[in-house]
């Protein structure tokens, strides 16, 4: 089986070719990926409608050298993938149309993949992993405790009730002075950093439920920054070790409350799998070591450039559906939001994040 996949829901203009086998194995054939990190930097973040214009300017391009690199015709295809959402609109609708004229053209089904979905399968493409196993995504956009019980089966256990975990790292850089993307800027200066000289909060610790909150925190630091008249670097420094140790305590507690979750619904996870940006913090990687060993089970992280956004997940979530039969139609709408479990509500007292609801 050879699926294109085609992501473009956020900065990351991406496409890929993988080749799955009848054993349930993956390959991947080419992971072309081109991030617009450069283009967004002067404004702090992503902004919408200039990351839409540049995946229209480098789209057909990408999936022409994925192509190219894996070596592959268009009329060999089993299938063509794109990421339907959850994501910036006009970036979904430029990737989804485009999968949509080459399924049309080539008569090839077409997948519309959910985005948080190709996170959540990309370890089965990575390693052998059978379900049902407990998923950790944290990145800019989102931040959620996911069971994963099969394909299209998602229970999601845990969700941020405000900001995500990167955007909070990236919303600390940002009134730290420090540059674009945030996150590890604010680890490299936490390492410099003395963690006790702020009492940063440490948000939603010891709550029954597996929810993260990440705007009191954010605040706190402002707070603590803006009575320092002028910050030197050891005061950014110590800020961004107090705000990353409050993160750490936080998620640790969170995860450790989501694992418990799971375990009771599901029995023991086959693993914890860690994915998205934010991952790559070594304080947060060794963190989910431990709580996972305290958890008796074990921590999974794709490699890197298989945890941040890339066209090689969105190919293997749509082989994992073809091969349960699962093609969408030309009507397949792109999507902003998109809930990866369809009975998930907002927690209690909220109404709307940026994280999906
Ligand atoms: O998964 P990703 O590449 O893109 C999406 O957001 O979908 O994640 C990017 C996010 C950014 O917010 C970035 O600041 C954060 O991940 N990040 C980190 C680190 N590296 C990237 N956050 C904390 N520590 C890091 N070392
Ligand atoms: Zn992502």
Request: glycine share 10%; with cysteine.
């Amino acid at each position: 089986m050879l699926v294109l996949g085609i992501e473009t829901t956020c900065d990351e203009t991406a496409a890929a070719v993988i080749a799955r086998e009848h054993d349930g194995s993956g390959k991947i054939l080419s992971n072309v990926v081109r991030s617009q990190v450069q283009e967004h930097a002067r404004f702090g973040g992503v902004v919408p409608e200039i990351a839409a214009r540049a995946h229209v300017d480098l789209l057909d391009g990408i999936i022409g050298r994925a192509m190219q690199e894996a070596d592959t015709r268009f009329d060999q295809l089993s299938a063509v993938a794109a990421a339907a959402g959850p994501g910036l609109i006009g970036g979904v609708i430029v990737g989804l149309t485009t999968a949509k004229a080459i399924a049309m053209v080539h008569d090839t089904p077409l997948i519309a993949v959910n985005h948080l979905e190709a996170h959540a399968l990309t370890p089965r493409l990575t390693s052998a992993l059978d379900f049902p196993y407990c998923l950790f995504l944290a990145s800019g956009g989102h931040t959620q405790i996911v069971a994963v019980v099969g394909v299209g089966e998602y229970v999601r256990l845990g969700t941020t009730v405000d900001d995500a975990i990167g955007e909070a790292f990236d919303k600390v850089a940002k009134m730290l002075g420090l540059p674009y993307p945030g996150g590890p800027e604010v680890e490299r200066a936490a390492t410099q950093g003395d963690p006790a000289r702020f009492a940063f909060p440490r948000p939603m610790l010891g709550r029954a439920d597996a929810n993260f909150s990440l705007s009191g925190l954010k605040t706190a630091v402002r707070n603590e920054a803006s009575r320092l008249t002028e910050l030197t670097p050891q005061d950014i420094n110590d800020l961004c070790a107090g705000f990353q140790a409050a993160v750490l305590e936080s998620t640790a507690d969170r995860l450790s409350v989501g694992l418990k979750l799971f375990q009771q619904r599901f029995g023991p996870p086959h693993a914890l799998v860690a994915a998205g940006g934010v991952a790559a913090n070594q304080a947060i990687r060794s963190s989910l070591q431990d709580v996972a060993v305290k958890a008796g089970t074990t921590l999974i992280m794709p490699p890197p450039a298989l945890c941040t956004d890339n066209g090689a997940m969105i190919a293997w979530a749509g082989a994992e559906r073809l091969a349960l039969g699962l093609t969408d139609t030309m009507d397949a709408p792109p999507r902003a939001r998109w809930l990866l479990d369809a009975n998930a509500k907002a927690p209690a007292g909220y109404t709307h994040t940026r994280a999906g609801f």
